[in-house]
């Protein structure tokens, strides 16, 4: 055996060897082993209102979002991510809790959370991580009840009732957060920054108000920059009673694109229509900015490499499509309910032996977030979540046999709700949206009419059968939940860690709920 011979039998047997401590280390299931660390600090930023396909990283025409794309470059791309409302406060609810608006009885700016409804937040407190969320806009007030479970909840409204004075912006905030994020930065901890840069007025600095229009002078800059205008003679007591919180009639297309305001109607010209659009992705650009601040203050205080990273929206925005501008609650195309979801995952978790994916095309809700941090940090997730840990979409788990229309239920079907008007089933390819009383049926072929411009109700009888079945079950179980879901009926604040289950990992999804018997009042 001559001197090469020599050589590659040893480089041989070092490779097996390695390949041999491998597999005794991951036990022949890499899966299994994602979950050993518990000690995983999560990072969720909440972009408010933003559009999917107005981030770069998503294709979008614009370079909007170069920050974004860096982090998404080191993350996975959810592709069809579908909000569960349109309202913040209505996301923000299920975010929380994991579960649909009509699961936790949660329709509207009069709702708050129980304050026995457990929590994300409360579920981390629980297993040692410090907690704090810095929040923007009215509707994340501590009267919400989104502020059980954080050590710190940051909100401008939290000592004033005067809607007009609330903050909205990243740095409006953001020097508090960077300081609580140094103060904490040596133990494990869960933080929330959200931010309306990207909401209506979108009151953004100026260089970024005419960043890709700034040729343009004309009426649109006075109403989205006066905040007067936009918000008037709404106090804060009358939002909890219901009233509208906004004056949906600023941004509101009517007949032959007219703008309603106080009941008067001024023409918009194309270049106004092109503007509004231009001005928010300003507003997106603006945003970015500041994920591209806390990402590097996170590698300055070398905590990106043990952080899960979450980036999402909790709604969309109308900016012309369907006639219609802003997001008024009841409305259910994509341009509203479709929006970004990145998630980076520690260091560790991105070697090659994982398999991991960088972009999903299955379609996934965003009460999937709440299990899926879970599913990470090993924690159990309540019997009444909703949704479902994403690890095996991640990780490419060859326990699924997916397809991007994946015959698995739980990926199958994503629901979405505005309000007590209408809510929405949808499939990778079709979407039915409808009244409650299951009248106004719309029917879109979502693979040939993205856009969703043709309702196809007439000509596809037996789509719109299927699919008011599978709402009609998904209502059914969600009026189970809303009359006797565990994490409602429970005054006992101090039994939450007997209502987290032990986790059963046999198969995604199993375990999360109890029995019938078990769920009824």
């Known amino acids: 055996m001559n001197i090469f011979q020599n050589r590659f039998s040893l480089f041989s047997g070092i490779i097996l060897l390695g390949l041999l401590v491998l597999n005794c280390h991951f036990n022949g299931n890499p899966e299994k082993n994602i979950r050993n660390n518990k000690d995983y600090n999560v990072l969720w930023i909440i972009l408010d209102t933003c559009r999917r396909d107005r981030l770069s990283c998503y294709g979008y025409k614009r370079l909007t979002t170069p920050n ?144 890709y229009d700034p040729e343009y002078q004309g009426v649109i800059d006075y109403f989205i920059t006066n905040k007067e205008l936009f918000i008037k003679g709404m106090d804060f007591l009358e939002a909890l009673e219901g009233e509208t919180l ?84 009841m409305y259910l195309y994509d341009e509203v309910i479709r929006v970004p979801l990145i998630i980076k995952l520690p260091s560790n978790l991105q070697s090659p032996i994982y398999n991991l994916k960088s972009k999903i095309d299955y379609q996934v809700q965003l ?42 239920l739980n990926f199958k079907y994503a629901f979405s709700e505005g309000g007590l008007i209408r809510q929405s089933v949808r499939t990778a390819q079709w979407k039915l949206i409808c009244k409650l009383d299951n009248t106004q049926i719309e029917l879109y072929d979502l693979l040939n009419d993205s856009g969703e411009t043709e309702n196809l109700v007439v000509r596809e009888p037996e789509i719109v059968r299927q699919l008011l079945e599978k709402l009609a079950d998904w209502r059914q ?14 005054n006992q604040k101090n039994t939450e860690t007997e209502r987290i289950k032990k986790p059963d990992k046999s198969e995604p999804g199993e375990g999360l709920f109890e029995s019938e018997e078990m769920i009824i009042e």
């Not at 936790?104 to 304050?115: E, Q, S, T, V, Y």
């Not at 009460?367 to 159990?380: E, F, H, R």
């Open 68 to 211: 974004i794309d860096r982090l998404s470059r080191e993350s996975i791309i959810f592709k069809q991510a579908i909000a569960q409302a349109t309202i913040t406060n209505i996301s923000f609810a299920s975010f929380f809790t994991g579960q649909y608006p009509s699961g936790i009885g949660f329709f509207n700016k009069a709702h708050a959370l129980n304050d026995t409804s457990l929590t994300l937040p409360e579920i981390l407190k629980i297993y040692g991580y410090k907690t704090a969320a810095f929040v923007t806009g009215p509707v994340t007030h501590p009267i919400y009840g989104f502020s059980q479970g954080f050590d710190f909840y940051h909100h401008s409204l939290a000592t004033n009732s005067d809607i007009s004075s609330a903050k909205m912006s990243f740095r409006d905030f953001m020097p508090e957060a960077f300081q609580w994020l140094t103060k904490y930065q040596n133990d494990k901890f869960f933080l929330i920054l959200h931010s309306n840069d990207t909401h209506l007025p979108y009151d953004i600095p100026e260089s970024y108000q005419h960043l």
């Open 246 to 329: 906004y004056l949906d009639e600023l941004l509101s297309l009517i007949g032959n694109e007219k703008l309603a305001f106080n009941q008067k109607q001024i023409k918009l010209t194309p270049a106004d229509l092109n503007h509004i659009n231009a001005h928010y992705d300003g507003a997106v650009t603006y945003a970015d900015y500041w994920v591209g601040e806390i990402l590097n203050k996170l590698k300055k205080l070398k905590l990106m490499d043990n952080t899960i990273i979450v980036l999402s929206a909790d709604h969309g925005e109308e900016l012309g499509e369907h006639r219609h501008f802003g997001h008024h609650g």
């Open 477 to 490: 179980k969600n009026k189970i939940l809303k009359k006797g879901a565990v994490s409602l009926i429970t």
């Open 367 to 408: 009460i999937d977030i709440m299990p899926t941090i879970l599913d990470l940090l090993n924690i159990p997730a309540p019997a009444d979540v909703q949704g479902h840990s994403l690890l095996p979409l991640i990780f490419e788990s060859s326990s699924l046999n997916l397809t991007p229309d994946t015959s698995n």
